[in-house]
């Protein structure tokens, strides 16, 4: 009712695999939302039948970002993906992100872990996998109270620049 646009969530499968357009100073972003089948209950997943949200299904996400790429001058995806309090992405996170950006996405942007993950360039795009925590009550270290904020600018030719922000989160 008040107009907040939704990504990787709806009523069925096809809503929850239905990108987000959003068009800003004339470029046109698209977002598409995953979570992935190891962090979230089965009966989280949006079926024909169900509602729920779209999980992190390889020949789903690379058929939503082709769909997106002939309407939006940038495709952004997001995957909930991860082994929690570990540095590095996992199989999982890493194909998904590689499929992604294959099929036409500028940009993949992941979180769950709870601490930052490695970033990476992979064929000139550039994948976060985990942007850790932002706001959270994770105070046992400094890994679980660090985020990284992105801001990104971009072209209707992709990403021009990236300015990183780290994040403490205070114990107050």
């Known amino acids: 009712e008040a107009g907040i646009q939704y990504v990787g969530a709806g009523e069925n499968a096809e809503q929850?695999?239905?990108?987000?357009?959003i068009t800003i100073k004339g470029i046109t972003l698209a977002f598409l939302a995953y979570n992935?089948?190891?962090?979230?209950?089965?009966?989280?997943e949006a079926t024909n039948d169900n509602p729920g949200t779209a999980f992190m299904q390889i020949e789903h996400m690379t058929a939503a970002v082709?769909?997106?790429?002939?309407?939006?001058d940038v495709v952004?995806?997001?995957?909930?993906?991860?082994?929690?309090?570990v540095a590095r992405p996992n199989e999982s996170q890493t194909a998904f992100a590689h499929a992604?950006?294959?099929?036409?996405?500028e940009l993949v942007l992941g979180h769950h872990p709870h601490v930052v993950q490695t970033m990476e360039q992979y064929n000139g795009k550039y994948i976060f996998?985990?942007?850790g925590n932002f706001i959270f009550d994770q105070m046992e270290s400094l890994d679980t109270r660090d985020g990284l904020a992105l801001k990104i600018i971009f072209t209707k030719a992709g990403v021009k620049e990236i300015f990183f922000h780290q994040k403490i989160i205070e114990d107050n």
Request: aromatic share 12%.
């Open 76 to 85: 952004i995806v997001s995957m909930h993906s991860g082994y929690e309090y």
């Open 16 to 21: 929850a695999n239905r990108p987000a357009y």
């Open 100 to 105: 992604a950006i294959d099929a036409g996405a």
């Open 129 to 131: 996998y985990s942007l």
């Open 36 to 44: 992935d089948s190891d962090v979230v209950p089965p009966s989280y």
């Open 66 to 72: 082709a769909e997106a790429k002939t309407k939006a």
